[in-house]
């Protein structure tokens, strides 16, 4: 039996905290602190059930409403970036569960690391910005980053087998999204609610969006280049239409291994959370003679530009995935509110990549000002 974990779960009103939550039985967890942004409602009814020590609204004036909401309750009640860190390194907590989206992520990931706990990394957002400091700072401390996107833990998983051999290569594998196929002439005029339809995951709208223009796969790349200290080159992008190879790695001898499942974020959620225990997971299992075939394709970089200002800021390095990836913010949030087309979004944020200054990266405050110079940058340009 393993020990009941004390978990601070950041985001969890959302689609990866929900599905934190829906485990939390299985694996005898306890949530000692819980986050949203605004949503207290859906945090009211989770902090009433689970009864963690503390809850934050990030959002202030939410706050305000959520003590009054639980004023019949010893739950503290906190807000604002601070309260976000604060419940990210709660001093009773062993693990924090990182699925707050963007940028947002990184202050409370630090945070979390500093406090000692391990890190089931959802917030990809944060590696992206400042892989370099948030591995060091990891090291350091000797905190674990366990991963929960299902690409990275797929890799993951096959590294155990790995047995201290090399990996000469990671195989990401991408669902190509809902415009698998199209030309850039034909992504021209596609709309929002278009974009919103993921075929195979249901996931909140920025991810969705990224999924959309393979960004999430340029982050991806440059999540899977800090977690398993790879060359970029080394790691390769393949779409798999129906998202039931979550990833692979090839040995030195041609040897690959790969990790399937049905597309459902609940088994990489609860992996990085008992590992390196399994336990069984409430979800559908794999029938393959029910799914038929697994089809394969390269990625066009033509259509999707993304994957290509993705490599370029994954080879630069420094400060170019704060850059690239608050340009992205940025463009995402545009394009939900109307305000831009969808190939605006690599539009923008290729031309904030070109426009700022490379720098190297020494701390967070650098981190921080790279990522606003490029949100000037895309707002400038509209
Ligand atoms: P979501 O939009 O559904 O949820 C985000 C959560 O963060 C919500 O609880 C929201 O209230 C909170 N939040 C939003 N903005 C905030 C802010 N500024 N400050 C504090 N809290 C804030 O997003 P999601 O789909 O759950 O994704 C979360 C993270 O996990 C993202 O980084 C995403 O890339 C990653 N991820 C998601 C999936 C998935 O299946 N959804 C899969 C892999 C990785
Ligand atoms: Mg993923």
């Not at 503390?54 to 503290?76: N, W, Y």
């Not at 202050?107 to 690391?113: G, N, R, S």
């Not at 996107?149 to 087998?161: G, L, T």
């Not at 190297?360 to 490029?374: G, K």
Request: charged share 20%; with cysteine; proline share 5%.
């Amino acid at each position: 039996m393993i020990e009941k974990k004390r978990i601070a779960i950041l985001g969890s009103t959302g689609s990866i905290g929900t599905q934190t939550m829906d485990v939390l039985d299985s694996i005898e967890a306890k949530p000692v602190a819980l986050t949203t942004n605004r949503n207290i409602k859906l945090l009211e009814q989770q902090a009433r059930q689970w009864q963690p020590e503390c809850v934050t609204a990030f959002d202030e004036t939410a706050a305000k409403d959520l003590k009054i909401m639980l004023g019949d309750t010893d739950i503290r009640v906190l807000g604002g970036m601070d309260g976000l860190m604060e419940a990210a390194s709660l001093p009773t907590a062993e693990v924090t569960v990182t699925a707050v989206v963007g940028m947002a992520g990184l202050l409370p990931t630090m945070a979390a690391i500093e406090a000692g706990h391990d890190i089931a990394l959802a917030n990809k957002e944060t590696l992206v910005c400042a892989g370099s400091l948030v591995t060091a700072a990891a090291r350091q401390k000797g905190v674990r980053l366990l991963p929960v996107d299902s690409e990275h833990s797929a890799i993951f998983q096959c590294v155990q087998a790995a047995q201290g051999n090399r990996i000469a290569k990671i195989i990401l594998t991408a669902s190509g999204g809902p415009f698998f196929g199209k030309t850039a002439a034909e992504l021209e005029n596609v709309t929002v609610e278009q974009a919103l339809k993921h075929p195979n995951w249901s996931m909140g709208a920025k991810i969705t969006i990224d999924s959309a223009t393979m960004f999430n796969k340029g982050l991806e790349l440059i999540e899977a280049m800090w977690l398993y200290d790879m060359p970029p080159e080394d790691i390769e992008i393949v779409i798999h239409r129906q998202s039931i190879i979550h990833s692979l790695i090839e040995f030195v001898d041609g040897a690959v291994l790969a990790q399937l499942d049905l597309p459902d974020m609940r088994l990489p959620i609860q992996y990085a959370l008992t590992y390196p225990v399994r336990l069984p997971c409430k979800m559908e299992r794999l029938d393959l003679a029910k799914i038929g075939h697994l089809s394969f394709y390269p990625p066009d970089e033509q259509a999707f530009p993304a994957l290509r200002i993705a490599r370029q800021a994954a080879a630069r390095k420094g400060n170019a995935g704060a850059v690239m990836n608050g340009a992205n913010e940025a463009a995402v949030a545009l394009f939900l509110e109307r305000k831009i087309s969808f190939l605006d979004i690599p539009r923008l944020v290729g031309q904030a990549m070109d426009s700022l200054p490379y720098q190297q990266i020494f701390s967070i405050d650098d981190v921080l000002a790279s990522d606003c110079a490029a949100r000037q940058a895309v707002y400038t340009q509209i």
